[in-house]
């Protein structure tokens, strides 16, 4: 069953495979590109089991396209806790991929009593040298090249090159899509900048919830070493680097990723 709503202009989907009053609600937040549809490779997974709610970031998809300015990671954040407010629950699981997960942690410090548990992937709590380096490079490809050059690009830096070799029609058909529904190169600059100014690193003694904190040793935008950093400074923090499977790895190697999510939002020991 799917049911869908506005909260103040963002868009949300319910997906349940069962009863909704014995289930946890798992609100699950994309990266950049904003898309709920980024996580249809977890779905059947987690309907199994959970209430799970994609929605599109502001800015992006079938949300309001208009950002606040200036923007920043605590604006993602208020709008998930309007998501919350909406859906009438008092606390939810939050999973956050990079700009999803920065949102969560930021909503676990704004509003701790609202969120059970985050799950950080491939998130960082300060300005990385690397990822900076990266987002650089992404905002001289929008500037000067236009939004085909960004998108054509896009693969190089979520997925590992055999992946890409492997999976190239895919791809291809994926670059039309994303080009078709570009949130615009405003919004899109603004979303990095939110991104390279978000720095949490002195207050994560205060995030009090369970943090399953999530990686991929060759992601190619967000070193390993950011997540290791979060789980060494988390007081109740889970880390899980997965060997293979580049930035996006929840779409590379998603039944490995699916196991260990699960787990962790059950309370239950990850996966070896």
Do not use: K
Request: aromatic share 6%; proline share 6%.
């Amino acid at each position: 069953m799917v049911r869908t709503g506005r909260a103040d202009g963002v868009h949300y989907e319910i997906h349940s495979d069962g009863p909704d009053d014995v289930r946890d609600v798992v609100i699950l937040s994309a990266g950049l590109a904003g898309s709920g549809a980024f996580w249809a490779p977890q779905m059947v997974a987690l309907t199994a089991r959970f209430r799970v709610v994609l929605y599109d970031h502001r800015g992006t998809g079938r949300s309001d396209r208009a950002l606040p300015a200036p923007y920043a990671v605590s604006d993602m954040a208020r709008d998930i806790a309007g998501i919350i407010e909406a859906l009438g629950e008092a606390a939810v699981h939050v999973v956050g991929h990079a700009a999803g997960g920065l949102a969560g942690l930021r909503l676990a410090l704004d509003s701790p009593s609202r969120v059970l548990s985050v799950a950080v992937i491939n998130g960082w709590s300060r300005p990385d040298r690397h990822v900076a380096r990266c987002f650089r490079t992404r905002i001289s490809l929008l500037n000067d090249s236009g939004p085909e050059a960004y998108v054509h690009a896009q693969p190089l830096f979520l997925y590992p090159a055999d992946w890409i070799s492997q999976n190239a029609a895919r791809l291809a058909e994926e670059e039309v899509h994303h080009l078709a529904g570009f949130q615009g190169r405003e919004n899109m600059l603004a979303r990095i900048h939110a991104l390279l100014a978000f720095d949490i690193d002195d207050r994560l003694g205060e995030v009090a919830c369970p943090v399953l904190v999530s990686a991929s040793a060759d992601d190619m935008l967000v070193p390993a070493l950011c997540s290791r950093r979060l789980a060494e400074r988390l007081p109740n923090a889970t880390l899980d680097i997965a060997p293979w499977g580049g930035h996006a790895f929840t779409a590379t190697v998603p039944d490995a990723f699916n196991a260990t999510l699960i787990a962790f939002l059950c309370g239950e020991p990850l996966p070896c």
